[in-house]
């Protein structure tokens, strides 16, 4: 701060790669004559099966409409009580908060920052329905544990995977493994269709109830309808209690040209990822994220970790000095019962020590697969300048 910046214009922490081909897919869809509720959508769901080795995959407006429908699915109802981590977008807790249940934090594990399968159990209660589980990062959580807890206490998992698209966990694709998988494709995660979102699930009764919750709750399925006969092929009916999270088909579109490229973004995400992982190698007061061997990790986030203790500034100085050096950091998350609409509902700072304390000195640098290598040398160049200048 004060000093020339190592670089002259701002990068930022991720942004989206889309390129021509990704606009020439999205227009063909608007020049046809289905722009929702038509082919591309079906064939984006195919299209996720194949890739996520899913039997069923339902394509929705957005992550958080994913996991709503999940836990709406999942029977998530007044009374349960759903696990989660802190150390997440509100949304993964939110989701059962929707649907009149209280969300219940278990806390991380300090080098990993994925939920803690020993939390978990020590949080289950007779009301606990299901486990949220955030493959934080993009990295696998602990799916054998995970999946070890909910036989034996009949919990479901829902994996929010929306980090994760890409990611396998013991030679498995993400999406295949839990009860259910959300993914999100927003900007910032490693494919986007604008805003978007899947559950993938191998459960056929899972999948018939996602289908009617992304679609108010409207089928036009003879087979499941309660009227039958009925008056005629324009007949449907309402069965459940629905929402419209239904995606378009130019996103769709843009979904599936994406989906084609996620391969060459994970290769470059993990190239930049190796070259940050030797750089920081001994730079003092610089933590990196442990990785678990089970995982083949489609990194979405690189986070440093600030050791406090080694540095004579506080998390929010480094941040800002690298805003100086034109590198635009982010922070995730803010504990999430931290927020004041969880307060209100009675949470309390102290809940989770591990997720806290790693709070206070994590923040995520730039990954996206359009970082040249002279941007990657830049940010490097920005933490280590200023890890040396605050270092005891
Ligand atoms: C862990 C996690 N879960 C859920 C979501 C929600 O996804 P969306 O933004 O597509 O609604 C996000 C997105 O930011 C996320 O990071």
Known sequence: MGGKPVRENKIYYGRQCVDEDDIQAVAEVLRGPFITCGPKVTEAERKLEEYTGAKHAVVCSNGTAALHCACLAAGVGPGDEVITTPITFAASANCAVYCGAKPVFADIDPDTYNIDPQSIREKITPKTKAIVAVDFTGQAVKIKEIREICDEFGLVFIEDAAHAIGTSYNGKQVGSLADMTCFSFHPVKTITSGEGGAITTNNDEYYKKLILAHAHGITHDESMMEEAPHEGVWYYEQISMGFNYRMTDFQAALLLSQLGKLE???????EIVNKYNEAFKGVPGIIVQKEIPESDT???????????????CTRRQFFDAMSAENVQCQIHYVPVYWFPFYRRMGYEKGLCPNAEEIYKGILSIPLYPLMTDEDIEDVIKAVKKIAVNYSK
Not at 264 to 270: G, I, N, P, T
């Open 298 to 312: 489609c990194r979405h986030l690189y986070i440093i970790r600030l050791d406090l203790d080694k540095l004579t």
């Open 264 to 270: 060459a973004f994970k290769k470059r995400r993990q």
